[in-house]
Nanobody
Framework: QVELVESGGGLAQPGGSLRLSCVASGSMFSINALGWYRQAPGKQREFVAATTRTGGIQYTDSVKGRFTISRDNAEDTHAVDTVYLQMNDLKPEDTAVYYC??????????????WGEGTQVIVSS
């Protein structure tokens, strides 16, 4: 069982910045990938970014150059990991609920991952 707790959402103006955080705890021994999905109103969930324990990183094209994902691994116990999403140059189309996701691989995040409850990001002037 993996527990994910997100924080850091809110309201930002276009061109502004927000930083999301997610603390992952529990049975982390099987978790290699940590990352973020988002879901805008009326749309399907969309992959945003993810990182692996070995340093692999992926971004969806629409956020490349604007968003940065990073991760703190608990080296000793792997009991608690923290993943961050620094979002710069925000655009109205970034408005969505952002979900932290933990999985064995990046490819299995959507279908087999553990999901947090989500944090709302609104980009509006």
């Amino acid at each position: 069982q993996v527990e994910l707790v997100e924080s850091g959402g809110g309201l930002a103006q276009p061109g502004g910045s927000l930083r999301l955080s997610c603390v992952a705890s529990g049975s982390m021994f099987s978790i290699n990938a940590l990352g973020w999905y988002r879901q805008a109103p009326g749309k399907q969930r969309e992959f945003v970014a993810a990182t692996t324990r070995t340093g692999g990183i992926q971004y969806t094209d629409s956020v490349k150059g604007r968003f940065t994902i990073s991760r703190d691994n608990a080296e000793d116990t792997h009991a608690v990991d923290t993943v961050y999403l620094q979002m710069n140059d925000l655009k109205p189309e970034d408005t969505a609920v952002y979900y932290c996701v933990a999985a064995f691989t990046i490819a299995t995040m959507l279908d087999s991952g553990s999901w947090g409850e989500g944090t709302q990001v609104i980009v509006s002037s």
